[in-house]
């Protein structure tokens, strides 16, 4: 059973930054994307970041140079850092995994049964 727990996030003002981790388990993680998402309006999830299972990232061009991905394979984890926040990154954030050759899409309900595992959700306020 896929299975992502999310830690992290909450409040920060304008210009600061936080952290977001997801841990994973039940599946050969080093084998999988695993991508982080933003709630917008209603159920429909943004993709924010991806750390591809052979290294490769991918930003969305609202975050380039503001957020960066890392994970770490011996611990089954990725990390979103997310610095120079922004109100208009205030969202809950999920990740979510998918299994090559499916990446993670550009948009896709959240928590539905396109992708293989998402997190339970995290909430990020930043304040201006």
């Known amino acids: 059973e896929v299975q992502l727990v999310q830690s992290g996030g909450g409040s920060v003002q304008a210009g600061g930054s936080l952290t977001l981790t997801c841990t994973a388990a039940?599946?050969?993680?080093?084998?999988?994307?695993i991508g982080w998402y933003l709630q917008g309006t209603g159920n429909e999830c943004k993709l924010v970041s991806i750390a591809g299972h052979d290294g490769v990232e991918h930003h969305a061009d609202s975050v380039k140079g503001r957020f960066t991905i890392s994970r770490d394979n011996a611990k089954n984890t990725v990390s979103l850092q997310m610095s120079n926040l922004k109100p208009e990154d205030t969202a809950v954030y999920y990740c979510?995994?998918?299994?090559?050759?499916?990446?993670?899409?550009?948009?896709?309900?959240?928590?539905?049964?396109?992708?293989?595992?998402w997190g339970q959700g995290t909430q990020v306020n930043v304040s201006s």
């Open positions: 979510a995994a998918a299994f090559p050759p499916q990446t993670p899409p550009p948009f896709v309900y959240c928590s539905g049964g396109y992708l293989q595992g």
């Open positions: 039940g599946f050969k993680f080093d084998a999988s994307d």
